[in-house]
């Protein structure tokens, strides 16, 4: 009885929650200890998890991104020391790999060398993700650049992107089509992000982060490939041309039926200068081109030929 | 013979491969392309039970996807050879990988695993290559029959002659090894292995009773030899145990009751002596081309691999026995559900319904009936197997793999920037190619707007300050050369007016040969220093074979570099056949180059003929005429018009 009546006031509740039951006792000490070990959690998992840290890689069919992607894969794992076969994609994946702990990464570049955390750093290798885009021209647009757009526009840590890189295969860009083929591409990407970072200069005072873009010249191990510095040249002039082209060229059929879509110039407004990867630094994107080579001398230490791009992504870290 | 097998993942990872013969990478990217990609390539044959084939080379390629894992199993074959069990290999290797490698497949690492894969496969393709001659309907009966048949051969036949000879050369084993099956290290494993005709007197084993007696009294007289080997008899004893089990299946794919029936060779060989065993184990050698110690490994193996298979043809039969009158209404009601909730795993039962709503659909925007009930199809097996996400119907699945399908097709594979071709031509940045003229064709129906669509092409062009020579090739319809003489006319006024590029027109009258009017015309842009010849055409009926034969020609000596062919928006199903048999009329090696489809202001949302065009062929749209001024032409926009068709 006592009980029943007890539940049923406020001071029987009291009375009842302040004598010494056991279920009473076990409650408070269940929240006693489990309330901070709770929060702990809660909150070392928010620290722990890094702010984000995705790649998504991007380019033409048979530059070599998913090579790329499957050696950083073998690289980071401890079993299997040996890239696998690729073929041509035709869906993305995302995988993480982690960065090797003798490449530097940009939040340790105030470190001191003597530093003793680093070896701990180094017992620990960074992850991050790397998302591997089919480039075919049919699955790019639905693929490639719209995964950059969802990427570049997200506002969750998560998915947020880090640092594109768009893969170029050196020695194929002699040839006029493969150029134009790519620097098609890489104009499209641009023009994304340039898009992106207009946008957000216009509607925010705070700046979003900038979105650096790493050229990767692959198959420097070809004799008949070009050295980055050409590369670079190349895929300015082309790009220069398209831009010129464009603003001359139709227009889409969807102009017509009220979808102001804003056709924007990459670089400077009224395309009348030469197009070079400087002008883009205004806007904030900024561009580099690095050489390497997926499938490296086989005498060399295995993926040795990769090893500056992933400097470059130790930099973005 | 077999040149390669790969299994790749949809992203491109090639996760274990088996090559006899080296194959170049590009025949199976090319596959991947034309077939996955591009879907320019109709798969032959992908009916049932029969793998698709893809002809690249001399090679001729067969694959199986298993959508669940994103896998792709793709057999590579010489093209001269005829090998029916391919099909077969393909069903059981996927089954087999899957089964092994379930659990890395499913997790994340799936493309760092090692897959150990190679005896399974070398089992697979052993088993089926011995059971080759005959396509059966079920192969595990093969098994047992198409052994006999060699077996009675190899005992009917006369003793081959070398058999005495190796029979004297192996005295001392047959002294030291006739008492025990343990043999003694002096044997000759390797001669009674590796020899042949000893192989096939030893064969008997398998002949019903009858040779029996025969074949004891051989082995009497070789049983020294026989069992001289002695890890052949060690190993041999595993192998035909195994081997017995390995028959269960045999009888009838999953019942072991039959077992006697199959073994019948074998258990008289148990009763009559312990050496039996080796001797099958010796002759087996012979048919397989086996090592001794690869056959221990592969018959231990062979078990498990018909196990699986077992496994997997037992569930699909309970699978299909399952759908009693109880099973069937639990199914309906969770299949609403699930429906609503999502999560449901799509059948083709549940898409019939939407698919024919989506192909009504599709048909009512003016697409071909062909393309669409083709459309339908590719969704279809897209759809198949995969599973609704979180509270999404099964009508909106469709409806996003439909756009997502038709946003693929619609999508060139490299976009035409006109422009910047020209440009590539007239100023090459190279100095290994002379500048010279840029050659646009324009081909198509009587009475779709060729003539129209070039003038507004030229404006475009005049805009750009190019120097525009425009050929009149029509030579065969009264007032054609006058009707571009007006168009050529007004475009100079204009083109004077803007300040813009120069037009003139090159005309040679009534009943020339076109073709070599056009090659004239082609000259004398070169020699005048022309940007770009743009040449008109005579309208021709797409199946009058006298008319379309002349294109070739006209093909070959114009040498365009660009030929457009023109359909309007109006026309209906008539548009795929009119795609195809112009896209073929130009002879081997030369396609069209793009489509111009004109009138489609005229068609409001009703764009099929857009789909039908570019599916039957697989070219791009480059432009759409959408008025009548010189004005309104304009670039395809793809989500424009995956916008209107899903409207």
Redesign the interface.
């Known amino acids: 009885m006592s009980s029943q009546a007890g539940w049923n006031s406020v001071t029987g509740i009291a009375t009842k929650l302040l004598d010494g039951s056991p279920l009473a006792i076990a409650i408070a000490i269940l929240i006693a200890f489990g309330v901070p070990v709770f929060l702990h959690i809660v909150f070392y998992r928010a620290a722990a998890s890094p702010p984000s840290s995705n790649f998504l890689l991007l380019g033409p069919s048979g530059a070599g991104k998913?090579a790329f992607t499957?050696l950083l894969?073998?690289k980071s794992?401890p079993?299997?020391k040996k890239s696998?076969?690729?073929?041509?994609?035709?869906?993305?994946?995302l995988?993480?790999v982690s960065l090797p702990p003798t490449v530097p990464t940009a939040s340790n570049r105030y470190r001191s060398v003597n530093d003793p955390s680093l070896k701990d750093a180094s017992r620990n290798p960074i992850r991050y993700c790397l998302k591997?885009t089919?480039g075919?021209?049919?699955?790019r647009?639905?693929q490639g650049i719209s995964e950059l757009q969802s990427m570049s526009s997200s506002k969750d840590v998560k998915t947020k992107i880090r640092g594109l890189l768009f893969m170029v295969d050196t020695a194929a860009l002699v040839d006029?089509?493969c150029l134009?083929?790519a620097a098609?591409y890489l104009h499209d990407v641009l023009l994304v992000l340039q898009k992106r970072s207009m946008g957000k200069g216009k509607s925010s005072t705070k700046r979003e982060a900038e979105i650096p873009v790493l050229i990767a010249a692959n198959k420097q191990d070809l004799f008949t490939s070009l050295p980055p510095g050409s590369v670079r040249e190349k895929l300015e002039a082309e790009i220069d041309?398209?831009r010129k082209?464009?603003t001359?060229?139709?227009?889409?059929?969807?102009?017509?039926?009220g979808?102001e879509t804003e056709e924007d110039v990459l670089g400077d407004d009224d395309a009348q200068g030469v197009f070079t990867f400087k002008l883009l630094e205004q806007v904030g994107i900024k561009v580099d081109v690095v050489g390497g080579a997926v499938k490296g001398d086989p005498q060399e230490e295995f993926g040795s030929g990769v090893r500056r791009w992933e400097e470059w992504i130790g930099m973005c870290l | 013979m077999l040149e390669a097998f790969?299994i790749?993942?949809?992203?491109?990872?090639?996760?274990w491969?088996k090559t006899y013969a080296p194959v170049g990478?590009h025949v199976?990217?090319s596959l991947?392309?034309d077939v996955?990609?591009?879907e320019k390539v109709v798969p032959q044959g992908a009916s049932a039970g029969v793998s698709p084939i893809f002809k690249k080379e001399k090679y001729t390629l067969k694959w199986k996807r298993v959508k669940e894992f994103?896998l792709i199993f793709v057999a590579v074959y010489q093209s001269l050879l005829h090998l029916g069990w391919i099909d077969r290999l393909l069903e059981n290797i996927s089954t087999i990988f899957i089964d092994l490698y379930k659990d890395q497949l499913k997790g994340?690492?799936t493309?760092?695993?090692?897959y150990r894969f190679d005896p399974y496969f070398e089992q697979q393709v052993r088993e089926l290559e011995d059971n080759t001659g005959s396509v059966a309907e079920t192969y595990p009966a093969e098994t047992g029959e198409k052994k006999d048949p060699l077996v009675l051969s190899d005992n009917g036949g006369p003793p081959p002659p070398p058999v005495p000879g190796l029979m004297k050369a192996q005295p001392q084993a047959a002294l030291a090894g006739a008492t025990s099956d343990e043999g003694t290290p002096l044997a000759t494993p390797d001669t009674s292995r590796s020899s042949t005709p000893v192989g096939h007197i030893l064969a008997g084993k398998a002949g019903p009773g009858g040779r029996l007696s025969r074949r004891a009294k051989k082995l009497q007289n070789v049983s020294s030899n026989a069992s001289s080997g002695d890890e052949t008899s060690r190993k041999g004893k595993a192998p035909k145990g195994s081997a017995k089990k390995g028959r269960k299946w045999d009888a009838s794919g999953y019942a072991d009751e039959d077992d006697g029936e199959i073994l019948d060779y074998s258990a008289p060989a148990d009763d009559a002596e312990p050496a039996a065993p080796a001797v099958e184990a010796i002759s087996q050698d012979d048919w397989g081309r086996r090592t001794g110690k690869g056959q221990f490994v592969l018959k231990e193996l062979g078990d498990e691999v018909h196990d699986i298979l077992d496994n997997a043809d037992a569930e699909k039969s309970k699978g299909n026995a399952s759908s009693g009158i109880v099973g069937s209404g639990f199914n309906a009601v969770g299949g609403f559900f699930r429906n609503i909730v999502g999560g449901k795993t799509l059948t083709e039962a549940d898409l019939q319904k939407p698919l024919k709503a989506m192909e009504d659909h599709l048909l009512k925007k003016n697409v071909a009936r062909e393309a669409a009930v083709r459309l339908c199809e590719g969704v279809e097996r897209e759809l198949v197997g995969k599973k609704t996400a979180n509270f999404q119907s099964v009508d909106t699945a469709l409806h996003i793999a439909m756009e997502?399908s038709l946003?693929?097709m619609l999508?060139?594979?490299?976009?035409l920037?006109?422009?910047?071709e020209i440009?590539?031509v007239t100023a090459p940045?190279?100095k290994q190619h002379a500048p010279r003229p840029y050659v646009m064709s324009i081909v198509g129906v009587n009475g779709v707007g060729k003539s129209t669509n070039l003038s507004k092409i030229c404006f475009?062009l005049l805009?750009?300050k190019y120097k525009v020579l425009i050929a009149a090739c029509d030579t065969f319809r009264s007032g054609a050369v006058e009707q571009l003489r007006v168009h050529a006319r007004n475009l100079k006024e204009l083109s004077v007016r803007d300040g813009a590029g120069d037009i003139e027109l090159y005309e040679k009258g009534y009943g020339k040969d076109a073709a070599n009017v056009a090659k004239d015309a082609v000259d004398y842009a070169a020699a005048h220093k022309f940007d770009v010849v743009l040449i008109d055409t005579a309208g021709r009926r797409h199946n009058d074979q006298r008319l379309m034969s002349s294109l070739e020609k006209f093909a070959k000596f114009a040498n365009p570099d660009k030929i457009f062919m023109v359909g309007e928006a109006l026309v209906g199903t008539d548009s795929v056949m009119q795609a195809r048999n112009f896209n073929a009329a130009f002879g081997t090696g030369r396609n069209l180059d793009g489509f111009i489809i004109s009138k489609?202001d005229t068609v409001g949302d009703m764009v099929g003929t857009l789909v039908s065009m570019v599916h039957a062929t697989g070219i791009p749209i480059v432009?759409?005429g959408?008025g009548q001024h010189y004005g309104d032409?304009?670039?395809?926009?793809?989500?424009?018009?995956v916008s209107l068709l899903m409207k």
Do not use: Y
């Open positions: 998913t499957t894969e073998a794992s079993a299997s696998q076969l690729t073929h041509t994609s035709q869906a993305s994946t995988v993480s591997d089919p075919h021209g049919k699955l647009t639905s006029e089509a134009r083929d098609s041309r398209i082209s464009k001359k060229g139709l227009m889409d059929a969807s102009m017509d039926t979808l | 790969e790749l993942t949809t992203s491109g990872v090639v996760l491969s990478s199976i990217n991947i392309n996955f990609i591009e994103n994340n690492r493309r760092i695993t090692a997502a946003r693929k999508t060139p594979t490299s976009s920037d006109l422009l910047r440009n590539a940045t190279t475009f805009q750009n489609c432009f759409l959408v032409l304009r670039g395809l926009s793809v989500p424009w018009a």
